[in-house]
């Protein structure tokens, strides 16, 4: 799968009692860096992201750069709380990590609870075209109830 591509499939994972998980190959290979690095971050309760490091780092640096240029002008004076929560947020939301073996992820102990899936447990490996997911099988099934529905009226929106 070169970087071009998109990244999909689902297959499923145990999470071992060091709390490992081996990833698909291709799908590691999709978010991993040169130098093994990728980016592992807090989507929603019982979803973990998994990212090449550079790309997030970018997304950031221009999300940040853009409230920094909102401070910086004054606009952001009534909103301090607002900025707070986000950096909150932002302090304890991704970890950068590196796969042993380019596709064994040891999941940190500041993502497990988070993910709320024990050791032994089974996750669901997930490509979202930009990134990989990690769900937690409940939430998973959660989200497909949810947003299968919407597939065909979202591509149709997406493509248009």
């Known amino acids: ?28 290979e999709a978010v991993t860096d040169a130098d093994g690095e990728s980016i592992l971050v807090k989507e929603r309760y019982g979803c973990l992201s998994l990212w090449r490091a550079a790309e997030w780092q970018k997304r950031l640096d221009d999300g940040v750069s853009l409230i920094r240029q909102k401070i910086d002008a004054g606009r952001m004076e009534q909103r301090w709380g607002e900025v707070q929560r986000l950096g909150r947020l ?32 089974e996750v669901i490996v997930v490509g979202a075209v930009i990134c990989i997911e990690i769900w937690n099988p409940k939430a998973w ?5 949810q947003e299968m529905p919407e597939f065909g009226p979202l591509l149709q929106q997406l493509a248009d």
């Open 90 to 121: 932002l302090s304890t939301r991704s970890q950068k990590v590196k796969l042993a073996n380019r596709s064994r992820l040891l999941v940190p102990d500041s993502c497990r609870e988070f993910l709320d899936v024990n050791a032994n447990q």
């Open 1 to 28: 799968m070169s970087a071009d591509s998109f990244i999909t499939g689902e297959c499923r994972r145990t999470i071992d009692d060091r709390f490992r998980i081996t990833l698909p190959p291709e799908m590691a």
């Open 141 to 145: 099934q959660e989200i497909l109830r």
